[in-house]
């Protein structure tokens, strides 16, 4: 069964550009017809799905991060990566990532990481 796993900074400042990479196990992430997606869920709030790549390299954000984030992966080490710019306190949260057959938070998510906390502060 595929395992994700995220890593990163839990602190980042005000400004800065948040990184965050999502190990996938015992799967690969060039498997036909499945996304890589980013879900994040601030303090007190819903998830919120940021954006995902797909098995062919093909990338998807959400319109109401205004061109912040960006996605890439690396195949040889299964892993994707979320960067995320300019990020403020409000960028605070949990995140995940996770794997469905399609991109945005209309889809079922079958796998998830355990999610990592990132708070933004200086």
């Known amino acids: 069964q595929v395992q994700l796993q995220e890593s990163g900074p839990g602190l980042v400042k005000p400004s800065q550009t948040l990184s965050l990479t999502c190990t996938v196990s015992a799967g690969s992430i060039t498997t036909t017809y499945y996304y890589w997606s980013w879900i994040r869920q601030p303090p007190g709030k819903g998830l919120e799905w940021m954006g995902a790549?797909?098995?062919?390299?093909?990338?998807y954000y959400s319109p109401s991060l205004k061109s912040r984030p960006s996605i890439s992966r690396d195949t040889p080490k299964s892993q994707f990566t979320l960067q995320l710019k300019s990020v403020t306190p409000e960028d605070t949260a949990v995140y995940y990532c996770?794997?469905?057959?399609?991109?945005?938070?209309?889809?079922?998510?079958?796998?998830w990481g355990q999610g990592t906390q990132v708070t933004v502060s200086s």
């Open positions: 996770a794997r469905a057959h399609g991109w945005g938070p209309q889809y079922e998510y079958d796998s």
């Open positions: 790549i797909g098995y062919d390299g093909s990338t």
